[in-house]
């Protein structure tokens, strides 16, 4: 299986997990999952704002794929779009709460999808209108990790505001 190669990133997805689990043993785990997520939201805001900003989200998200492949993760993005609905499904053949988990000298039995449950929680919450659904993790025992992004399409017969059609609308 591909493995994460960027030292600076494993290192940091061990500190992620490591945080989280001194926060749960203090807080318990609603509490310590609301203190992860919080400043992760800015974050997944400025990381997934071009790719949700473009005109599809699979065109927005495949620009992302030499970063990723830089730091090792295995990644491919396939459009799912349908009639009203832009769509797009992640696979990831790297699952960074595998490696965190491995890293850490945990066994699989207290391996979870922790890291992409946070990712996916922050990115719900810097993009409200953009649906994250988790359709398979290494971390629960399946072979990939497939994430489905979706939203709403925009209405290819509305005409974009623009100041010019704003003030002809205005004009009596």
């Known amino acids: ?52 900003e473009a005109d599809s989200l699979a065109e927005g998200m495949a620009r992302a794929l030499p970063w990723l492949e830089a730091a090792g993760l295995v990644h491919e993005v396939v459009d799912d779009s349908r009639p009203g609905e832009d769509a797009a499904i992640e696979i990831a053949l790297t699952c960074t709460c595998v490696t965190a988990a491995e890293d850490l000298g945990l066994g699989a039995d207290d391996t979870e999808p922790l890291l992409c449950d946070l990712e996916l929680e922050a990115t719900r919450r810097a993009f409200p209108r953009l649906r994250v659904q988790p359709l398979a993790r290494r971390a629960e025992g399946d072979r990939v990790c497939v994430f489905r992004y979706s939203r709403e399409a925009p209405d290819e017969t509305e005409t974009p505001e623009t100041p010019e059609t704003r003030h002809l609308e205005e004009t009596p």
């Open 1 to 52: 299986m591909a493995e994460i190669t960027d030292p600076r990133l494993r290192r940091g997805l061990c500190e992620q997990l490591r945080h989280y689990r001194e926060l749960r043993a203090e807080l318990g785990s609603d509490r310590a999952r609301e203190a992860m997520v919080e400043p992760q939201t800015e974050k997944q805001a400025a990381r997934l704002g071009p790719a949700v």
